[in-house]
């Protein structure tokens, strides 16, 4: 009887790696972030999180920003983030002193409640209820409504100051 393998960390890393069409693996997550933040500002990105996840919430289509291809759009970049943070936590050693304590912490504790398909299936399911008449508590168990977004709202947080190292290994 064969024992199923455990996929390569690459599989989970799809976006970066579309985004910048490379091998993930040899991205340097600081840069990954910095681009994020470039493109979209940190006050930015939550003021659209939060407009997500009202849109997800709501029993009907509620998406107030634009287009669905916005949303789509966004959920790529808190993909990206999710993916960059979770590189981050290899890059991160606990005797690094040039680490932000808090930020190191927050990305630890965000990949300690759900591991990174998990995180990126919470999302997938965000997102299909953010772009449809159905509201997110019809897909996810109700107890892990409030963690997704707590977590989601301290990695916002977490990448932008993250994003502001620019130290390689």
């Known amino acids: 009887m064969t024992t199923p393998s455990t996929p390569d960390k690459r599989y989970f890393l799809n976006s970066l790696a579309l985004q910048h069409s490379c091998d993930p693996l040899s991205l340097d997550p600081h840069w990954a972030l910095q681009q994020l933040y470039h493109c979209t500002p940190a006050e930015e990105m939550q003021e659209m999180f939060t407009e997500f996840c009202e849109a997800a919430i709501a029993p009907t289509y ?11 759009q966004f959920v790529d970049q808190l993909e990206q983030l999710i993916e960059a943070c979770f590189l981050l936590l290899s890059w991160m050693s606990p005797e690094n002193p040039g680490a932000k304590k808090n930020e190191v912490q927050a990305v630890r504790q965000f990949f300690k409640t759900r591991n990174l398909p998990g995180w990126k299936q ?35 947080t977490a990448g932008a100051q993250l994003s502001k190292e620019n130290k390689k290994r």
């Open 62 to 72: 509620n998406w107030q920003l634009d287009t669905p291809g916005t949303l789509l």
């Open 122 to 156: 919470w999302l997938h399911r965000w997102t299909i209820s953010a772009l449809s008449a159905r509201s997110v508590a019809e897909l996810v168990e109700p107890e892990d409504l409030l963690p997704f977004v707590q977590g989601m709202e301290k990695l916002l």
